[in-house]
C-alpha cells in the first residue's frame, strides 16, 4: 500500500523527524502539526451518529455529570490504539495478516468479518442523521409533508443522502489513488471536524454570553468522578467506557499508517497525532454538545421523554430559542451533518481495506473503490429502519471480537519473539501495559453491558412478542 509513495519522499520525511527530535519543543510541535494525518480518520469514524446521541442524552438527561466520562474513554482508547502503532510501525506488515500468522487464522477472520458487518449495519444509523437532519432543516425553509403523505419528506431525505454519499464517493475513491488523494481526504476529515467543533462551540459561547452555563458544575463534570441518581447510570458508564473505539477502527488504523508510508522513525509522530487528531477533537466535541443540552436542555424535558427515544434531532430543534429563532436549528443540523459525513467516508475507506483483505485479495485501486461501496446501502437509513435482527446480529459480532482484539494487541505488543527490543523496558513498559490492561478489562465489561442490551434483551423481547402474537 505504500508503494505509491515516493521511496526518495519518505526518506527526506524520515529525517525530517530526526531533525525534529533535536528541535525546540516548540518548533517540534509546529513540525508535527503539519504531518498528522490518520488519526483524522479514526476521529471521524467515532465522531458519528453514536456519538452525537450519546452526548445528546447524556447533557439532556445527566447534565454536567457525565463530562468525564468520555475523556477516560478516548484515553484509554487511544493507549490501545498506540499499541497498535507500535506494532504496525517496528514490522510494517498489515494487522490482518500479523494476527493470522503470530495469533491464529480465525481470529484475523472473524476481526475482519465483525468490522465489516458491523460498519454496513451502523451505515445506517449515519443515514438516519443525515435524514433527520436535512428534513429539520428543510421545515425551518416552510417545506412541510402535504397531508398524511410523506412524499415531500421522503425526496428530501433520499436527496440529501444521495448528496452525502456522491461526496464520499469521490472523496475516498481520491484516498484509494495517489499520495495527494490520501493528503487531501485526510485534509477534508480535519477540516469537517473543526467545522463541526465551531457549530457545537457557537451554541456554547451564545448560551455563555447569556449566562445560561454553569462553568462551576461544568468543572465538577470534568474533574469529579461520579455517577448519576438512577438505575442503569452505571451501566451507561461502563457501557460508553469500554466502547469508545469501535472494532472497525481497529482493523482501518494499521492500514492508514501503512497507506502514508510511516515506518519505525514515525512512532513518535504517530503518537502525537492519535493525541491531537483523535483524543483532542473527540473530547471537545462531545464535551461541547453535552454542555449545549446541559444548558438548555437538562431538566426541561417534556413527559414521556426517555433516553431510548430522544433523538439528535429533537435536540436541534429544542436549542432553536438559543440563537434566535432557526439558526440555532440549522447550526446544530450542520454539525450532525458533518459529524455523519465524516463517520459515512471513513466507513467506506475501511470497506475498502477490510474486504480485500478477509479474501486474500491483492491491493488495487480498482477493488479498493468497489469494495468501498459495500456499506452504501445504508442509504435506505435516511428513511427506513434497518431490520431489527441486523443490529442484533452486528452488536453480537462487533461487541464480543472488541475483547478479543484489544487482548490480541495487549499480546502482540508484548512478544519480544516478534517485536525485539520495540516491547519496552523498564517503568514505562510496567505502566503502559497497567493502562492496556484497565483498556482490557473495561473493554470485557462494556462489551457484555451491550451484548445484553443490544442482542440477549433484543432477542428475548423479539420472543416475547412472537409468544404473545
Known amino acids: 500500500m505504500a508503494s505509491k509513495w515516493d521511496p526518495e519522499k519518505i526518506r527526506a520525511e524520515e529525517e525530517h523527524l530526526l531533525d525534529l527530535e533535536q528541535q525546540p519543543f516548540g518548533k517540534k510541535i509546529r513540525g508535527y502539526f503539519k504531518m498528522t494525518g490518520p488519526a483524522w480518520m479514526q476521529s471521524a469514524m467515532t465522531l458519528g451518529a453514536g456519538s452525537a446521541a450519546a452526548s445528546v442524552v447524556a447533557g439532556a438527561f445527566f447534565g454536567y455529570q457525565l463530562l468525564w466520562v468520555q475523556p477516560i474513554a478516548m484515553f484509554l482508547g487511544v493507549f490501545m490504539m498506540a499499541a497498535l502503532s507500535n506494532i504496525t510501525l517496528t514490522k510494517g506488515e498489515r494487522g490482518y495478516q500479523v494476527v493470522k500468522r503470530e495469533l491464529h487464522p480465525s481470529i484475523a477472520f472473524f476481526w475482519a ?3 465489516v458487518v458491523s460498519t454496513v449495519i451502523w451505515h445506517f444509523g449515519q443515514y438516519a442523521l443525515l435524514g433527520g437532519a436535512f428534513w429539520d432543516m428543510a421545515n425551518v425553509a416552510g417545506i412541510e409533508n402535504s397531508g398524511d403523505s410523506q412524499t415531500v419528506e421522503t425526496v428530501v431525505r433520499f436527496a440529501g ?7 464520499n464517493i469521490a472523496l475516498t475513491w481520491n484516498y484509494g489513488g495517489k499520495s495527494k488523494g490520501i493528503k487531501f481526504y485526510e485534509s477534508f476529515l480535519s477540516w469537517t471536524i473543526r467545522g463541526v467543533m465551531a457549530a457545537f462551540l457557537i ?15 461544568v468543572l465538577k463534570g470534568f474533574f469529579k468522578i461520579s455517577l448519576p441518581e438512577g438505575k442503569g447510570s452505571l451501566t451507561t ?13 481497529t482493523f482501518l488504523y494499521p492500514y492508514s499508517i501503512l497507506a502514508k508510508g510511516w515506518g519505525k522513525h514515525h512512532k513518535g509522530l504517530a503518537r502525537f497525532d492519535l493525541v491531537m487528531s483523535l483524543f483532542v477533537p473527540y473530547v471537545i466535541l462531545t464535551s461541547l454538545i453535552i454542555i449545549g443540552m446541559a444548558a438548555t ?12 427515544n430522544f433523538k439528535p434531532i429533537d435536540a436541534a430543534q429544542s436549542l432553536a430559542v438559543v440563537l434566535g429563532g432557526p439558526i440555532g436549528r440549522i447550526v446544530f443540523d450542520l454539525g450532525f451533518i458533518g459529524m455523519a459525513c465524516g463517520a459515512i467516508s ?3 475507506v475501511c470497506c475498502g481495506f477490510t474486504v480485500c483483505e478477509m479474501f486474500g485479495l491483492e491491493y488495487t485501486p480498482k477493488r479498493y473503490r468497489m469494495f468501498t461501496l459495500v456499506p452504501a446501502i445504508g442509504i435506505l437509513g435516511v428513511m427506513i429502519k434497518s431490520p431489527i435482527w441486523l ?12 475483547p478479543i482484539a484489544y487482548v490480541s494487541f495487549f499480546i502482540l505488543n508484548n512478544k519480544r519473539s516478534y517485536l525485539g527490543d520495540a516491547v519496552g523496558k523498564g517503568w514505562k513498559r510496567i505502566a503502559v501495559n497497567a493502562v492496556l490492561l484497565v483498556a482490557v478489562v473495561l473493554s470485557l465489561v ?24
Open 446 to 469: 462494556g462489551a457484555g453491558i451491550k451484548i445484553k442490551g443490544g442482542v440477549i434483551d433484543k432477542i428475548r423481547n423479539m420472543t416475547k412478542t412472537e409468544k404473545a402474537k
Open 346 to 348: 471513513a466507513h467506506m
Open 297 to 308: 436542555v437538562h431538566g426541561n424535558l417534556g413527559e414521556g421523554v426517555t433516553t431510548a
Open 237 to 249: 458508564v461502563l457501557g460508553a467506557i469500554g466502547a469508545a473505539v469501535g472494532i472497525n477502527m
Open 391 to 402: 443490529p442484533v446480529i452486528a452488536s453480537a459480532l462487533a461487541f464480543t471480537m472488541l
Open 113 to 115: 468479518l465483525a468490522t
Open 203 to 217: 451554541v456554547v459561547v451564545v448560551q455563555a454570553v447569556k449566562l445560561q452555563v454553569d462553568w462551576g458544575a
Open 161 to 167: 443522502g444521495f448528496l452525502i454519499l456522491g461526496i
